[in-house]
C-alpha cells in the first residue's frame, strides 16, 4: 500500500492562495487540486474553496465549517468527523464521500450529488475490480503488479450517524445513499430523490419533505413528529404529582410515595428536566431524543433501550445507572458520572452500559470506572481524559475512538 501524501501547511496555503485567484480572474491562479492527498484535521474553515477538486482525498476531522464548496469535487472523499456546519455545497459532488459522524448542521447542499458507487481500479486482465479502503487508512490499494496505481474513485456515499440538522438538501441526488442513524431534524428535502437510500433509525423530526421520493427507501425505525411511545397524557396523573410521590418514595427509601416508571413513553415533550433529581426512576425504552438533560440525577436509574440521542447528559449523575442497549449516538456525555453507586457499606453497584450505542459520543472527562461496557459500540467517540480504571471492555467497538490517554 503507498500512503496519501499528507499535505504540509506551507503546500496548504500556497494552494488556497493560488485558488483565491483563480476564483478571481488574477494572473497566476489555479484551481486547487487536492486529489488523494491527506489533509485530515487540516483548518479550511470559511475559505472560498468553490470548484476545487478533492477526489479520493482524507480529510478526516478536519474544519469546513462555513467554507464555500460550491461545485467542488469531493468524490469518494474521506469526511469522517468533520466540520461542515454551514458550509455551502451546492452543486457539489459527493458522490461515494464518506460522512459517518460528520456535523452538516446548517450546511446547504442545493442539488448536491450524493449518489452512492464503488472505488474501483482496472486490473491487468481487463476487468474493474471493487477495492474496499478502510475508513481510517490513508493507504491506497495496489494494482496487480504491486504498482501504486491509483483506483477510478466513486465509493459508496454513506451519511451515517451524521448530524445533518436544518441542512438544505433541496433538490439532492441521494439515490442509494446510506443515512442509517443520521440526525435530519429540522432538514429540508424538498424535491431530494431518497428512493432506494437507507434511512433506518434516521431522525425525521420537522423535516421538510414537500415532493420527496422515497420511493423503495428503508425508513424502518426512523424518528418524525408522531408519537415514538407512550404520550405524557396517558399517565394516570399528571408528571408533576408522580414526580413528587418519587421524590418522597427515594427520600423515605421506599416506605411511602411510589416509584415512577415512565417505561415505553416518548418523552420529547416533557417539561425542562436538566439538573432534575430522578434516582433510582425507570425509563426503559423511552424516547429523549434531543433533550437537555445536563445535571440530572439518575442514579440506578433503569434506562435500558432508552433513545438518548443527541442529549445533552453533561455532569449527569448516572452511578449505578442500566444503560444496557440503549442509544446515546451524538450525545453529550462530558463530565457524566458513570463510576459505581455505593448502597452502603461493603455494597455498590456499577453502571451496566452492556451493547450501549456510544457512537459519536462525547465522553471528555467521563468517569467510566469499573462500569461494563461488553459489547457496546464506541466508534469515533471521544474519550479523552476520562477514568477507565476497572472498566470492563469486552467486545466493545473502538474503531476511531479518540483514547483516553
Not at 485558488?19 to 478571481?24: D, I, S, T
Not at 489555479?30 to 492527498?37: E, G, N
Not at 405524557?232 to 423515605?252: A, F, M, Q
Not at 455532569?315 to 440503549?326: C, E, H, P
Request: net charge negative; glycine share 10%.
Amino acid at each position: 500500500m503507498q500512503g496519501r501524501t499528507a499535505i504540509s501547511q506551507t503546500e496548504l496555503d500556497r494552494a488556497l492562495r493560488m485558488h483565491e485567484a483563480y476564483r478571481q480572474s488574477k494572473p497566476g491562479g489555479q484551481r486547487a487540486l487536492f486529489t488523494y492527498r491527506d489533509l485530515s484535521g487540516c483548518d479550511l474553515s470559511k475559505r472560498d474553496l468553490s470548484g476545487a477538486d478533492f477526489t479520493g482525498a482524507f480529510l478526516v476531522g478536519a474544519n469546513l465549517e462555513g467554507t464555500n464548496l460550491t461545485g467542488a469535487v469531493l468524490f469518494a472523499s474521506n469526511l469522517v468527523k468533520a466540520n461542515l456546519r454551514g458550509a455551502k455545497l451546492v452543486r457539489a459532488d459527493l458522490r461515494g464521500a464518506l460522512l459517518r459522524g460528520a456535523d452538516l448542521t446548517g450546511a446547504d447542499l442545493y442539488d448536491a450529488d450524493l449518489r452512492d458507487g464503488l472505488i474501483t481500479m482496472w486490473q491487468r486482465s481487463g476487468e474493474l475490480q471493487h477495492v474496499e479502503v478502510e475508513s481510517r487508512s490513508t493507504a491506497l490499494p495496489l494494482a496487480e503488479d504491486g504498482s501504486p496505481r491509483k483506483p477510478t474513485p466513486s465509493a459508496h456515499t454513506d451519511f451515517s450517524d451524521a448530524v445533518m440538522r436544518n441542512t438544505r438538501l433541496v433538490r439532492a441526488d441521494l439515490r442509494k445513499a446510506t443515512l442509517a442513524g443520521a440526525d435530519l431534524g429540522g432538514a429540508d428535502l424538498s424535491g431530494a430523490d431518497l428512493r432506494g437510500a437507507n434511512l433506518n433509525d434516521a431522525v425525521l423530526t420537522d423535516a421538510v419533505m414537500e415532493n420527496t421520493h422515497f420511493i423503495g427507501a428503508n425508513l424502518k425505525g426512523t424518528l418524525n413528529d408522531r408519537p415514538a411511545g407512550l404520550l405524557l397524557s396517558d399517565l394516570e396523573e399528571p408528571l408533576r404529582v408522580l414526580i413528587v410521590k418519587h421524590e418522597r418514595w427515594v427520600e423515605s427509601q421506599g416506605r411511602e410515595g411510589a416509584q415512577l416508571d415512565l417505561s415505553g413513553f416518548d418523552l420529547r415533550n416533557a417539561p425542562p428536566l436538566a439538573g432534575a433529581e430522578f434516582a433510582a426512576v425507570k425509563a426503559s425504552d423511552s424516547v429523549f431524543y434531543g433533550l437537555n438533560l445536563a445535571g440530572i440525577g439518575l442514579a440506578a436509574a433503569q434506562l435500558d433501550r432508552a433513545d438518548l440521542r443527541s442529549c445533552n447528559l453533561r455532569g449527569a449523575d448516572l452511578r449505578g445507572v442500566s444503560l444496557k442497549g440503549a442509544r446515546l449516538t451524538n450525545s453529550d456525555l462530558r463530565d457524566s458520572r458513570l463510576g459505581p453507586l455505593l448502597v452502603k457499606e461493603g455494597q455498590r453497584i456499577v453502571s451496566r452500559l452492556d451493547r450501549a450505542i456510544l457512537r459519536n459520543a462525547d465522553l471528555r472527562g467521563a468517569d467510566l470506572r469499573e462500569a461494563v461496557l461488553r459489547g457496546a459500540d464506541l466508534s469515533n467517540a471521544d474519550l479523552m481524559g476520562a477514568a477507565l480504571d476497572g472498566t470492563d471492555l469486552e467486545g466493545t467497538q473502538l474503531a476511531g475512538a479518540i483514547d483516553a490517554a
